[in-house]
């Protein structure tokens, strides 16, 4: 079971767009639509943004989506603003009831 | 809005056993499943295992031979208990709850050092 592939880091200028992609396998990405994202602002906790690769829970705004081509998952995040620097981590499924989560990758808005 | 506070000892000795508590407020942890997770300093996050009320549980193929979470429903907690740590064990180690697939809520993580 090996972590998925982020970029280490992405960047972006205010009001743009920004993708994170996350790169997996046949074996949890390319074979279940159970993706997650998480924000993780420095010395808190993760934040769930996305859920089932495309859904946001309640109260996250709808500038971050998600989509899957094959075995990678992307984080979108439309009209950047400067509270969206953080690092961002996607998750997946991986079969037999186990969890991975991909390396992690920083956004910086410029 | 169910809550998770991490407790336990922030040192440990290398060769002896991490042993923490989640204890889940607001909510009966008879709803979900729940999960450890840990991010060494600077690095990414690492999914350890997942415990169900009824004593059901799962752990990292990594650190199977390692790892035991237990759960007691009467004090509404669950534990990790990691052995034969080493420094490499360091890290920060969050609970989480654990519903289809996404960890929706977590505590606000606790620092664990290995050193003698």
């Known amino acids: 079971q090996s972590a998925l592939t982020q970029p280490a880091s992405v960047s972006g200028s205010p009001g743009q767009s920004s993708t994170i992609s996350c790169s997996g396998t046949?074996?949890?990405?390319?074979?279940?639509?159970?993706v997650s994202w998480y924000q993780q602002h420095p010395g808190k906790a993760p934040k769930l943004i996305l859920y089932?690769?495309?859904y946001r829970p309640s109260g996250v705004s709808d500038r971050f989506s998600g989509s899957k081509s094959g075995n990678t998952a992307s984080l979108t995040i439309s009209g950047l603003q400067a509270e969206d620097e953080a690092d961002y981590y996607c998750c997946s499924y991986a079969g037999s009831s186990t969890w991975v989560f991909g390396g992690g990758t920083k956004l910086t808005v410029l | 809005q169910v809550q998770l506070q991490e407790s336990g000892p922030g040192l440990v000795k290398p060769s002896e056993t991490l042993s923490l508590t989640c204890t889940v407020s607001?909510?009966?942890?008879?709803?979900?499943?729940w999960s450890w997770v840990r991010q060494p300093p600077g690095k990414g996050l690492e999914w350890i295992g997942y415990i169900y009320y009824t004593g059901s549980s799962n752990y990292n193929p990594s650190l199977k031979s390692r790892v035991t979470i237990s759960i007691d429903t009467s004090k509404n907690h669950f534990s990790l208990n990691l052995s034969s740590v080493t420094a490499a064990d360091t890290a920060v180690y969050y609970c989480a709850g654990l519903r289809t697939s996404r960890f929706g809520q977590w505590g606000q993580g606790t620092l664990v050092t290995v050193s003698s």
């Open positions: 089932e690769g495309t």
């Open positions: 607001g909510g009966s942890i008879t709803t979900d499943y």
């Open positions: 046949s074996s949890d990405v390319g074979s279940y639509d159970l």
